[in-house]
């Protein structure tokens, strides 16, 4: 069993918590994920790890309650156990592999959306840690839903935007992006993380722009040790399995139609469980919504 | 009787058991098994034990049964096996012990496979356990993955008084005898946790949610956590596609996806929280007995189910028991036929797939005779799912993480096959990992051998 020993609500159904996993938070570099269990007879769920503590042998996850697992997650608090908790899995990111020197002469910038803003979180930190600066652009719906902004300030240079112009600049992180280009920002490197159609739309955007861009998948998963497949996607024609081989890849190569398509593949089945978490013991069907 | 004949076993009803996941085979009673065992001559150069990968002295265990001394039998098939009550239900034995007995050349061989299921599931609800150490080495060894070969080589350690830790990937241990072979051939709860207990109560350790190369290195393993010997016995769990056009749409599954949803993640239990695609109809690639238990598998979750191989009826790789039993639940075996390309509507879901008819060809240096396409003889089988069952390959992630662990061109590690010595010094493996899929028993027989190999090592240390 794995205890938490931290759990917030930093937005609307989006929770932070600080999960006692050693072993992890012992290996692990930014970019790399886990996997838990809730409870034994929960699903396995890919999170990624937004921020580790190798001392007091910690990870930290901030995960935004969409589906039956995530909903059930969101609800436990400081003191309750996790059934599993395994990592770190999938590879570090690859600015980890690169010489700080090159990083330095490097224009970097990162753009977060949604709940995607959390694993940029530790990738920006550990190039500050290295050296390096970077540009953050987080994109929420509105304003309610930034997370992490006190932190970010600390790491990085922040923009953020708002789809509705609650907060920060309006529209998309695509528009913001084009902005700050336009305003004489000439990034060479970026690295998007979100929702899959905003990485989509982004790599459209830098390939236009010219600047190579590493996205992070994030396809349905079941082992996450390369075992079953479920996770396959199709990077430059070629089939990768994104717990082994990514969860990072070159933004620019990757299939994003299929990817999305392959998303829904559990939708239906997965909408009635929810349900079923939500609604618990009033849930007896008759609603005309399920079975 | 004139003794030509093996005592039939009761099955359950093949239309009935078409729509559930309980065991298939119902095993032999009491009255059955002594009845069975009769039929054995006590051969005095008994050939059944030659075919046994792991030489259980069958004629003496079954002498024991034919006497009622089911414990006794036990502890007979313990000295060789760790593992019988599931060896009793999954060994081809047809190719190994049950292969060779002598009562088959005239007539049918002696059931030694289901005697032995006999045996180890009688012993279990006595309450018979093994034997475990008498006395305690204060060494410590690390064994990798909790399949039959690491399960076996951490019992044998165990039982010679070593500190064993075994690591797993996943969240339950038992490789793929949890997450491959179905609930309807071989019971999780009734079987196979009660043969994890029996070794966990042998005094070895078990840490799961460890991968190791990820978690933690074999090196780290050895260098700050003080295990002096190593057994690498992590299976070949990464499997194969065909790359033919439609294998990304929705409704292709690779055959470890489909059964690790249904088995470890219980989703064929309504109640599970892991969803499942229940196809309407599904086309199985491959011949394997990975394919029998995937085929079998989506026909109880309610699928007409056709299973396309590319060679002929003699050729497929499956145990004859379960293509058997398979046939008899209303699998359509599409045999000599090959896919070419998955067919999918505008959405991206799965309508059918193209095969091509194959002849075989002359036999290649394997002797077996490869299948060659018949030109121009296409064809198109609908469906809503395709489940891929090609075979696997030993994963990368231990060999890349561990420095001076040689492995072979096809991914497996090298080992000695008589010690289990890799490359790398006090790094010892076998099973699925180093040999490439293959049975339960060889890796059990590979765990042993390796537990001897490291005991050897270590006492020589
Ligand atoms: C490598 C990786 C890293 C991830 N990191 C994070 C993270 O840090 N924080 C976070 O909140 N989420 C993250 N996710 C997504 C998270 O795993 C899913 O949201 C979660 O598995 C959904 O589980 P559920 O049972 O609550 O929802 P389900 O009931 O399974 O699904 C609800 C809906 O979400 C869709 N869905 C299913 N799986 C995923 C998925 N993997 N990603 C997105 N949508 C999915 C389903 O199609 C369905 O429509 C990550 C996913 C991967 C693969
Ligand atoms: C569906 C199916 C049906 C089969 N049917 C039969 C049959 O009827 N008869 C028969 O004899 N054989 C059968 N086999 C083959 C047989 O199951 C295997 O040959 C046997 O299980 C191999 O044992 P193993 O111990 O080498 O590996 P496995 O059983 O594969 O176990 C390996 C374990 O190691 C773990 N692992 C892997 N990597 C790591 C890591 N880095 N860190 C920690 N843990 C790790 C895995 O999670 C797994 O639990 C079947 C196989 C399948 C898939
Ligand atoms: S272990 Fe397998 S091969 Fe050996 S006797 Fe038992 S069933 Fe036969
Ligand atoms: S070969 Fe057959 S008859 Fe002879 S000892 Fe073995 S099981 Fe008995
Ligand atoms: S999640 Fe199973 S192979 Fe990637």
Known sequence: MFKILEANELANNIFQMIVEAPRVASACLPGQFLIIRVDEEGERIPLTICDYDREKGTVEIVVQAIGAETFKLGKLKAGDELADVVGPLGKPSDLCEESIEDLKKKKIVFIAGGVGTAPVYPQAKWLKEQGVDCDVIIGAKTKDLVILEDRFKKVCNLHITTDDGSYGRSGMVTKALQDLWDEGNKYDHCVAIGPMIMMKFVCKLTQELGIPTIVSMNPIMVDGTGMCGACRLTVGGEVKFACVDGPEFDGHKVDFDQAMNRMKLYKTEEGRLLLKAQEGDTHHGGCGNCN | ?461
């Open chain 2, 1 to 461: 009787m004139d003794g030509f004949v093996r005592v039939p076993v009761r099955e359950q009803d093949a239309k009935e058991r078409a729509t559930n996941f309980k065991e298939v085979c119902l095993g032999y009673n009491k009255e059955e098994a002594e009845n069975e065992a009769t039929r054995c001559l006590n051969c005095k150069n008994p050939k059944c034990v030659q075919g046994c990968p792991v030489s259980i002295d069958i004629p003496a265990f079954i002498q024991q049964v034919k006497e009622g001394d089911v414990e006794g039998a036990y502890q007979t098939i313990s000295k060789s096996s760790a593992l019988p009550a599931v060896c009793g239900r999954v060994c081809p034995q047809e190719s190994q012990c049950e292969g060779q007995c002598v009562r088959g050349i005239k007539g049918d061989p002696v059931s030694i496979g289901k005697l032995e299921r006999y045996v180890a599931d009688t012993a279990r609800e006595m309450g018979i356990k093994p034997a475990g150490a008498t006395e305690k080495k204060n060494k410590k060894v690390a064994v990798i993955g909790s399949g039959p070969s690491g399960l076996t080589c951490a019992g044998d350690l165990a039982k010679m008084g070593y500190d064993v830790t075994i690591f797993e990937a996943l969240h339950e241990a038992g490789g793929v005898l949890v997450y491959g072979i179905p609930e309807f051939r071989l019971p999780k709860d009734a079987v196979v946790k009660k043969e994890i207990e029996n070794v966990k109560s042998l005094g070895v350790k078990l840490e799961t949610d460890v991968v190791i190369g990820k978690s933690v290195t074999i090196d780290d393993l050895m260098a700050k956590e003080g295990f002096e010997a190593v057994f690498v016995g992590s299976g070949a769990g990464l499997p194969r596609f065909m790359n033919i056009p439609g294998e990304q749409a929705m409704g292709v599954f690779s055959a470890n996806e489909f059964l690790t949803r249904s088995n470890l993640m219980k989703a064929f239990d309504e109640n599970s929280r892991t969803p499942i695609m229940r196809p309407k109809k599904c086309v199985v690639v491959g011949g394997g007995n990975v394919a029998m238990d995937a085929a079998r598998t989506a026909l109880r979750l309610g699928a007409e189910v056709h299973v396309v191989y590319r060679r002929g009826e003699e050729e497929l790789p499956a145990r004859k028991e379960e293509v058997g039993h398979a046939k008899e639940e209303g699998i359509i075996f599409d045999l000599l036929t090959n896919p070419v390309e998955i067919h999918a509507d505008e959405n991206g879901w799965v309508t059918g797939i193209t095969c091509i008819r194959m002849e075989l060809g002359e036999p290649d240096e394997s002797g077996r005779r490869s299948p060659v396409e018949v030109p121009g003889s296409e064809f198109d089988i609908e469906c809503d799912a395709v489940i891929m069952s090609l075979g696997t390959s030993p994963n990368p992630l231990i060999s890349s993480t561990t420095k001076g662990l040689e492995i072979n061109r096809r991914k497996c590690i090298v080992a000695e096959e008589a010690t289990g010595q890799t490359s790398k010094e006090g790094v010892f493996a076998g099973g699925d990992a180093v040999t490439g899929a293959a049975t339960v028993i060889l890796a059990m027989g590979a765990g042993k051998a390796a537990a001897k190999g490291i005991d050897e090592y270590l006492s020589n240390k």
